[in-house]
């Protein structure tokens, strides 16, 4: 805070210092571009292309991903084995209020990989299941 010293306002005049203020949205704004291209949850996979309406879901989806050659993911690094793969997740669901699950499988991947995935999920009492495709 800075205070006027002139004789003719006859008391102290506050003025903000902007100067601080300019230096932390800089940096926040630098911590935000280097942060979100880490946001991209799941595996890197080759999606179907279809051309439906966009499921809704509120805060983080959790997405499990299946790859070509079968192997089980939830979130981006995290492999699990497909006889494991839905008591993972019901743990992970637990804690949160959205109960819903993404499926995101590799375009090559057999349908029985993913029925299996699928399976293992209503065993765990996990019936809100999505699948994601890419748009066409």
């Known amino acids: 805070m800075a205070f006027d010293s002139t004789e003719e306002s006859g008391g102290p005049i506050a003025q ?3 100067t601080p203020l300019v230096d932390v949205m800089l940096v926040l704004l630098i911590i935000f571009m280097v942060a979100t291209p880490m946001l991209q949850q799941g595996v890197d996979i080759e999606l179907p292309r279809e051309t439906i309406a966009p499921l809704e879901g509120e805060g983080e989806q959790l997405v499990v991903s ?3 050659d079968g192997e089980v993911f939830v979130g981006k690094d995290n ?3 497909l006889d494991k793969i839905g008591a993972k997740v019901a743990a992970i669901l637990e804690s949160k209020e959205d109960k819903q699950v993404f499926i995101k499988a590799d375009k090559r991947t057999s349908y029985g990989n993913v029925m299996a995935v699928m399976a293992r999920l209503r065993q ?4 809100k299941v999505g699948l994601v495709t890419e748009p066409s």
Do not use: Q
């Open 124 to 127: 765990n009492k996990i019936f």
């Open 16 to 18: 903000i210092n902007v």
């Open 66 to 68: 299946i790859k070509e």
């Open 79 to 81: 492999k699990v084995a």
